[in-house]
């Protein structure tokens, strides 16, 4: 007993000699203990730990777009999984009615594959911890860790799940896509600094059929389109990105909105309305551009109703400074604190250049009512390949209007309406507008057709009166 006592009086005399010895020693070398301390716990737990574990986040690690792979396990184990779950989320799909039941944070979940069990958990966002601590986050802080799914299993089944069982849960999750594919709307927000996608069912009415144009144009889009869809090893073949650029132009109401919606219809691709007053730089705008998927139609609807300016002079006096920075600047709008800019050369990259071939089966469409106010640079041909003339309501696509509205294919009025529509600049909205019916009571074709009749005669006196008389435009052209 006595020896015992001894045994621990001389280890508390070498613990107390050893922490007067470590008080006095730098303090670099406190630092350096510490470092190699923590260095070698984990080092010694993982070779006595016999799992492992691989983390997937949202973000991919520049945090610059979203991670796929994120969003295919959430797929994946949506389908598979959530039975024995009990802690689950639940809200509303893009389809009407349609319940989503998803993991909540922190809900762990187990999947068998090939014999060997794996445990999954999805972890919600977190902020890094300094000195005990956790900081508190400005927006856009990137200290913020998004959530993340951890997959832990066992070390000796490390090469099952590299190379079998996280390719399955990819190559499931393609199959779940494509059985469960819904066309969708998207429009571009900012929050908290950042530019986002958010979307919508799109579900437009509208088809070719229905669109009032001539009919030998309309072929000719149709066939340009379907080409397109099936040119992939063609693309691949010449050297470009599989890519088509689309100019819509004419005058407001002649169907360039919808004939977008006629292209998704036929194509059956998403749209995304970008919106680009509301994007910070360029910066901003390539991560939108890499966060849209293959197989859609990228609008920006009226490009030229956007502000803009040259940042350097083009004549003039400052010619001579042609060359130090020739950028087409897109202005946001007054309130918009960031004083960022979307540049012309950003935009052109954005469509043509570097940047347009991350990713793939895309087409670009710009819709203006003014063509002549375009900078050359943005619709030369290879980047907008084809010009779309979208014009006034002529005889040919006022029939296909009748036949949409009315379930007709010939009337009496129709000699006296070709006449007053191929005299008369109308748009296919206004006419559209004549034949729907009013109030309570459905107009039947007879009534519709003479109200557009008596229509088209009042807007045909209006432009005559408005014309200057012969007389003095003679004497104009004299003087």
Same mark, same amino acid.
């Given at each position: 007993? $006595? ?28 630092? !350096?203990?510490?470092? =190699? ?18 983390? =997937?986040?949202?973000?991919? /690690? ?9 969003? /295919?396990?959430?797929?994946? &184990? ?44 999805? *972890? ?23 959530? *993340? ?56 009415? $509208? @088809? ?12 000719? #889009?149709?066939?340009?389109?379907? %080409? ?9 073949? #010449? ?37 680009? @007053? ?21 609008? =920006?609807?009226? =490009? ?5 300016? &040259? ?8 010619? /001579? !400074? ?19 800019? #979307? ?13 347009? $071939? ?34 006034? *309501? ?37 006419? %559209? ?10 107009? !039947?074709?007879?009534? *519709? ?16 009166? %408005? %014309? ?7 004497? /104009?052209?004299?003087?």
């Amino acid at each position: 007993m $006595a020896l015992s006592v001894d045994k621990w009086v001389g280890f508390g005399s070498a613990m107390a000699g050893f922490g007067l010895l470590w008080s006095r020693m730098p303090e670099h070398v406190h630092d !350096e203990a510490r470092y =190699i301390i923590s260095s070698l716990v984990p080092m010694l737990m993982s070779y006595f730990n016999p799992y492992q574990q691989i983390s =997937i986040s949202e973000l991919d /690690a520049e945090r610059f777009r979203r991670n796929k792979l994120f969003d /295919a396990v959430s797929i994946y &184990l949506r389908s598979t999984c959530l039975d024995v779950a009990s802690k689950l989320k639940a809200e509303l799909g893009n389809k009407k009615d349609d319940l989503l039941i998803s993991l909540d944070d922190n809900q762990g979940v187990v999947d068998n594959f090939d014999g060997a069990r794996m445990w999954w958990r999805l *972890c919600p966002k977190s902020s890094k911890k300094r000195g005990g601590t956790i900081i508190s986050l400005l927006p856009g802080d990137s200290d913020e860790q998004p959530r *993340c799914y951890r997959l832990v299993f066992h070390k000796r089944h490390r090469k099952l799940v590299l190379d079998s069982y996280l390719p399955s849960v990819i190559r499931q999750w393609r199959e779940l896509i494509a059985k469960n594919r819904q066309r969708l709307l998207f429009t571009n927000y900012s929050r908290e600094g950042k530019s986002h996608w958010i979307n919508v069912p799109y579900n437009p009415p $509208a @088809t070719f059929d229905m669109l009032a144009m001539d009919h030998s144009k309309k072929d000719e #889009v149709m066939e340009d389109l379907k %080409a397109f869809s099936r040119a992939k090893e063609y693309h691949s073949k #010449v050297g470009k990105a599989w890519k088509r650029g689309y100019l819509l132009h004419g005058p407001p109401g002649t169907g360039k909105s919808t004939m977008i919606g006629a292209m998704a219809n036929l194509l059956d691709y998403d749209v995304y309305d970008l919106d680009l @007053t509301s994007i910070k730089d360029n910066a901003e705008l390539r991560k939108l551009f890499l966060d849209t998927r293959d197989k859609s139609i990228i609008v =920006i609807e009226e =490009i030229d109703a956007i502000e803009v300016e &040259l940042t350097a002079k083009r004549h003039g006096k400052e010619a /001579a !400074e042609e060359n130090s920075d020739k950028h087409l600047v897109i202005k946001l709008s007054d309130n918009n604190k960031d004083n960022g800019k #979307v540049t012309l050369s950003g935009l052109l990259s954005f469509v043509d250049g570097l940047w347009s $071939a991350c990713g793939s089966e895309r087409i670009f469409v710009f819709t203006t009512n003014h063509v002549d106010r375009l900078d050359p640079a943005l619709i030369r041909r290879g980047r907008m390949d084809r010009h779309i003339e979208m014009s006034y *309501c002529r005889f040919e696509a006022f029939k296909m209007l009748g036949k949409s509205y009315l379930d007709i294919t010939n009337h009496s009025l129709f000699g006296e309406l070709g006449q007053l529509l191929n005299e008369i600049d109308t748009t296919p909205a206004d006419v %559209a507008d004549n034949l729907m019916p009013r109030g309570k009571r459905r107009r !039947e074709a007879d009534d *519709c057709l003479a109200g557009l009749v008596e229509t088209l005669k009042k807007n045909k006196a209006k432009m005559k009166s %408005a %014309a200057p008389p012969m007389d003095s435009m003679e004497e /104009a052209k004299e003087e």
